[in-house]
Every structure is written in C-alpha cells, then in structure tokens.
C-alpha cells in the first residue's frame, strides 16, 4: 500500500510484487513542490484518500487471512496440489 505512484507501473509477473495499492490514485508531486505546502495540500483535497482502495485492500487481506493453505482431503478430491 502507498500514497502516491511514485515509480512506473511494471508487470508484476516479473517480480515479487502481488499487488500495489495506490491510496491517493494519483502520481507522487515532482520533488520541487513537496515542500510547498499549498501544492500539498491541494493534491490532498484533489485526491483524498480512496476509500475504495481501502476497502480492496481489506478485502485481500481478509482473503489472505481466511485462505486454506492445506487441505489432504481437497488434494485428493482435486487429484493435485501446489
């Protein structure tokens, strides 16, 4: 989970990375204007933390936590397991 975009948007295929959660859904400020706290707080009003966001990231979370990591018997109805 971060703020801001602050890196280009690659395949996760090819990395570690499952899933980026973007809680602004906006692009981080160019580094002369992060100290400057009208720009700040403008990108704030402008992109307001995405409840939608959170609530995705909950979600996975929760899918995460409730997930069956070993079932013998699953196995043996699928014919497989990783």
């Known amino acids: 989970m971060v ?4 890196m280009k ?6 990395t570690d990375i499952d899933n980026v959660f973007l809680i602004r859904k906006t692009k ?9 706290y009208a720009e700040v707080k403008a990108q704030h ?4 933390i995405s409840d939608e966001v959170i609530i995705n990231f909950t979600k996975e ?9 070993y079932d013998p018997d699953e196995a043996l109805r699928r014919g497989s397991f990783v």
């Not at 981080?28 to 400057?36: Q, T």
């Open 45 to 48: 009003k402008n992109f307001p």
């Open 9 to 14: 948007p690659e395949d996760v295929r090819l």
């Open 61 to 69: 979370i929760q899918h995460f936590i409730d997930a069956v990591w």
């Open 3 to 6: 703020e801001y975009l602050d």
């Open 28 to 36: 981080r400020l160019p580094f002369k204007k992060r100290n400057i």
